[in-house]
C-alpha cells in the first residue's frame, strides 16, 4: 500500500481531533473555584465600597500588622470605638478563609488571633464601622 497525501490529510485530522478531545477533558477535569461565589453582588454595590474606601483614606494612623504568634494587630488611629469583621482569604482556595469579628473602645486597636494561617499570598480585608460611618480597607500580603 502506498502512503499518499489522503493518507497523510486522514492522519493529520485524526491527530487534530483527538488532540483536542484531549484538550476537552483535561479542562473538564480542573476545579473551578471563584474567589466569591456572589461576585456579582458585590459588583452591585460598588459606589457604597468606594465611599467605605474614601472614608478609612481620611483616617490618619491606620495600620495592621501580622505579629510572629499568628496574631493580625490592628491600630484605628484616632478612632476610639467601633466593631467590624477582618476577612482574610486566600485567592486560591476559598476554604482556608478566615473571618474575624473585633470590637474595639479605645484608641490601641485590637488583637485579632489567626490560626493556622499557610504560607502563600493572602488578601486582607477589614470593614468596620464607628456608629456614624462605615469604613472597609483591603491589602494583599505573602506569608513567608
Known amino acids: 500500500m502506498n502512503f499518499n497525501w489522503g493518507h497523510g490529510l486522514v492522519v493529520f485530522f485524526s491527530i487534530f481531533v483527538s ?7 483535561k479542562s473538564r477535569q480542573v476545579p473551578i473555584n471563584l474567589v466569591k461565589s456572589d461576585y456579582y453582588v458585590d459588583d452591585l454595590a460598588l459606589e457604597t465600597l468606594l465611599e467605605k474606601r474614601r472614608n478609612q483614606s481620611a ?3 491606620f495600620s495592621y500588622e501580622l505579629t510572629a504568634d499568628q496574631k493580625l494587630s490592628i491600630r484605628f488611629g484616632d ?9 482574610l482569604y486566600r485567592p486560591s482556595d476559598e476554604k482556608m478563609d478566615h473571618t474575624l469579628d473585633f470590637e474595639f473602645s479605645d ?5 485579632l488571633a489567626v490560626p493556622n494561617l499557610q504560607k ?13 460611618k462605615d469604613y472597609i480597607f483591603e491589602d494583599r ?4
Do not use: C, H, Y
Open 19 to 25: 488532540s483536542l478531545v484531549m484538550v476537552v477533558v
Open 59 to 61: 483616617i490618619k494612623d
Open 79 to 87: 478612632r476610639t470605638n467601633g466593631q467590624g469583621v477582618a476577612l
Open 107 to 111: 484608641s490601641t486597636g485590637v488583637q
Open 120 to 132: 502563600g499570598l493572602w488578601k486582607v480585608i477589614i470593614q468596620w464601622t464607628d456608629g456614624e
Open 141 to 144: 500580603f505573602v506569608k513567608p
